[in-house]
Nanobody, 125 residues
């Protein structure tokens, strides 16, 4: 069975940092494209960052320069390093996976088949 489990969420003050992790199991992780998405109450889900099998990355303009997505295929783990956090970063963050088509990272949530249950990130001012 495919499983994605996020961890590392929590509460932090404006300007602080957090690192989210997503541990994958039940599939060949190294062949999958991965992404991070978030959703705040009353707002649509939005793509945050994505990474393909070759390590290429894509970021939403709202987080570019502050967040870094990375993957460790030996550990079947996806990471999201979040620095210089802002109140508008407050949301539930989800890890997603889809077999790679080799065309680069994808920030469209509808493209992904597998999702984690989410991790809450709260940034207070």
């Amino acid at each position: 069975q495919v499983q994605l489990v996020e961890s590392g969420g929590g509460s932090v003050q404006v300007g602080g940092s957090l690192r989210l992790s997503c541990v994958a199991s039940g599939f060949t992780y190294s062949t999958y494209a991965m992404g991070w998405f978030r959703q705040a109450p009353g707002k649509e889900r939005e793509g945050v960052a994505a990474i393909d099998t070759d390590g290429s990355t894509k970021y939403d303009v709202a987080v570019k320069g502050r967040f870094t997505i990375s993957r460790d295929n030996a550990k079947n783990t996806l990471y999201l390093q979040m620095d210089s956090l802002k109140p508008e970063d407050t949301a539930e963050y989800y890890c997603a996976a889809e077999p790679s088509d080799g065309l680069g990272p994808v920030l469209h949530g509808v493209w992904y088949s597998y999702w984690g249950r989410g991790a809450q990130v709260t940034v207070s001012s």
